[in-house]
Nanobody
Framework: QVQLVEFGGGLVQAGESLRLSCAAS????????MGWFRQAPGKEREFVAF????????YYSDSVKGRFTITRDTARNTVYLQMNSLKPEDTAVYYC?????????????????WGQGTQVTVSS
């Protein structure tokens, strides 16, 4: 059983940056593809980014590509989401997730473990 805890959310102005962290425990971190999703009020949870086991491949949704960067630190069992040039439409609860699947990492149902979420609010 893997436990995931997110840190780093907050309130920022448009154009500013935030870095989210997700600490994993209770499992072998390198076994999991790690993803970030987000859910805005009244909307479904949507894919943001994922990073593969060794960190050599990262993939982003079109809405964040070029602004967000996902990385992982195996020594710290932590995955990060660096968010730059934030926009009001990035406002959401951001969730970290871990997957043991071998494909389909943009899909919510491919993830086995989820964090509790951290709120990101971007004011205009």
């Amino acid at each position: 059983q893997v436990q995931l805890v997110e840190f780093g959310g907050g309130l920022v102005q448009a154009g500013e940056s935030l870095r989210l962290s997700c600490a994993a425990s209770g499992g072998t971190f390198s076994r999991y593809v790690m993803g970030w999703f987000r859910q805005a009020p009244g909307k479904e949870r949507e894919f943001v980014a994922f990073i593969t086991w060794s960190g050599d491949i990262a993939y982003y949704s079109d809405s964040v590509k070029g602004r967000f960067t996902i990385t992982r630190d195996t020594a710290r069992n932590t995955v990060y989401l660096q968010m730059n040039s934030l926009k009001p439409e990035d406002t959401a609860v951001y969730y970290c997730a871990a997957s043991v699947a071998i494909s389909g990492f943009t899909r919510r149902d491919k993830y086995d473990y989820w964090g509790q979420g951290t709120q990101v609010t971007v004011s205009s």
